[in-house]
């Protein structure tokens, strides 16, 4: 949002830089001064905490790849070192471990935040789509971050996964076996292809940290999104996000923080495998292959489809399907606060994806795999068929004219959604 700059550099090193090189003004109007809605609730504090994890998880791995040996006879016990003998190893693994289920923790009440409040709509849109590819880099991030580890648990998730590629074959002979093979660097998932998902590891985060810029400069553009859907209309509308928001952020992250570090120091296996202290052993498959718990949801997918290319498909499309969020939603107001309707529909989204996945981590078979199939279809009818057909027909609840109206707890602004968030053009 463009609005007067406020930065008075008072220093002559400042005024000396601010004529040549205005990034103290840059971070002064962007995230000093920004007119922020004066609304936002605490599920606006996790972009924040994201950022904060990013970081963690960037200063962790970089420390940990300074110990850590991507060759296939040494990277299981070069771990083990890392736990035992490198000084403070274990925290930083323990850190490292646990911070990417916080990432996924955050990511997915920052994404589920998005849904309910609509704030993928008009403007956003290219924000919402930046944040579907972040969250696609997370993934392989986390996928590939699992694998180094080289325990059972890791080698067999490779080797279920990058099969899936093999499933091209029904499309053109032999080219799905050529990817895979391309993949692994040979015959089998071997030396070759751990040093590829190492390198790629180290990769991707610097290419989550571009993108994460690239996000937060399309945010700085409209603005925050807020609880009423509603457009910042006038002044009163909005404050400085500091230190109003600075401080209910810090504040959130440290309760957040203590939930990671009572993870950290109390039970840090907690979320992973037993499976995963044993050495990879390519000739001995563990009777359950279960992903981490951050992808059980969309694994409860892949493996509901008989077919393997239509699983990989159905895999597939339930992430990309979310970048489509803009123009599958019809609704002609922002807020889920303001549908009567789409709210019941909203919740039972939210809990069909936790009970996918519980059927992710459960083997599929018998009333699982039933269940897991009532539950795919539910997945793709909500963003396929509710989301659409529901924003044409329900007739939105009243809604306060403005955000200090909500504020000051004025009700009904007309019972009608404003030129700003209902006009066909601006949903
Ligand atoms: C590394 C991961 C991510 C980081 C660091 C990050 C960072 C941020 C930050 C700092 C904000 C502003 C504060 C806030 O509204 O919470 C934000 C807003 C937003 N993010 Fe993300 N984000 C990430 C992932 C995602 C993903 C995966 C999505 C969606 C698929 C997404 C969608 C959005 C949307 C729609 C907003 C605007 C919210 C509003 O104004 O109501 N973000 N993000």
């Not at 995230?31 to 504090?45: A, G, H, Q, S, V």
């Not at 037993?274 to 990879?280: E, G, K, L, M």
Request: proline share 7%; hydrophobic share 50%; aromatic share 16%.
């Amino acid at each position: 949002m463009a609005h007067a700059s406020s930065y008075r550099p008072n220093t002559a090193i400042g005024k000396w830089f601010d004529v040549r090189l205005p990034v103290m003004r840059m971070m002064h109007d962007q995230f000093n001064d920004f007119p922020t809605p004066r609304n936002l609730n605490y599920l606006w504090t996790f972009g924040g905490i994201l950022t904060f994890f990013l970081v963690v998880q960037l200063a962790t791995g970089i420390v940990l790849a300074m110990h850590y040996i991507p060759h296939e006879s040494m990277a299981f016990d070069s771990v083990e070192k890392i736990m035992r003998d490198v000084n403070w190893g274990w925290l930083l693994r323990y850190m490292h471990a646990n911070g990417g289920s916080m990432f996924f923790l955050a990511v997915y009440i920052h994404i589920a935040r998005g849904m309910y409040y609509g704030s993928y709509k008009a403007p956003r849109e290219i924000l919402w789509v930046i944040g579907v590819f972040i969250f696609l880099a997370m993934m392989a991030t986390a996928f590939m971050g699992y694998s180094l580890v080289w325990g059972q648990m890791s080698f067999w998730a490779v080797t279920v996964i990058t099969n899936l590629f093999s499933s091209l074959d029904s499309i053109v002979d032999g080219l799905g076996t050529a990817v895979v093979q391309w993949i692994w660097g040979g015959f089998s998932v071997g030396g070759p292809t751990l040093t590829r998902l190492f390198s790629l590891h180290y990769l991707l985060p610097f290419i989550i940290t571009g993108l994460v810029i690239l996000h937060i400069w399309a945010l700085h553009v409209p603005g925050s999104n807020n609880p009423t859907g509603i457009d910042i209309k006038s002044k009163s509308d909005a404050i400085p996000f500091h230190p109003y928001y600075t401080f209910k952020d810090a504040y959130a992250l440290c309760l957040f923080v203590i939930l990671f570090m009572g993870l950290v120091f109390y039970a840090p296996n907690f979320l992973a495998h037993p499976d995963n202290y044993i050495q990879a052993n390519p000739l001995q498959t563990p009777p359950h292959i279960v992903p981490e718990w951050y992808f059980l949801p969309f694994y409860a997918i892949l493996r509901a489809i008989p077919d393997k290319l239509f699983g990989v498909i159905a895999f597939a499309g339930s992430i990309g399907l979310l970048a489509f969020l803009p123009w599958l939603d019809t609704s002609k107001v922002k807020s889920t606060r303001y549908r009567p309707i789409y709210k019941w529909f909203f919740a039972l989204f939210i809990i069909n994806t936790l009970v996918l996945g519980y059927l992710g981590a459960k083997p599929a078979e018998g009333m699982y795999l039933l269940f897991a199939r009532i539950g795919t279809a539910f997945y793709f009818a909500h963003l396929l068929v509710v989301m659409p057909v529901v924003g044409w027909f329900e007739k939105p609840s009243a809604m306060p004219g403005s955000i200090t109206d909500d504020v000051l707890g004025k009700g009904s602004g007309g019972g009608r959604p404003s030129a700003a968030t209902a006009s066909p053009g601006r949903r």
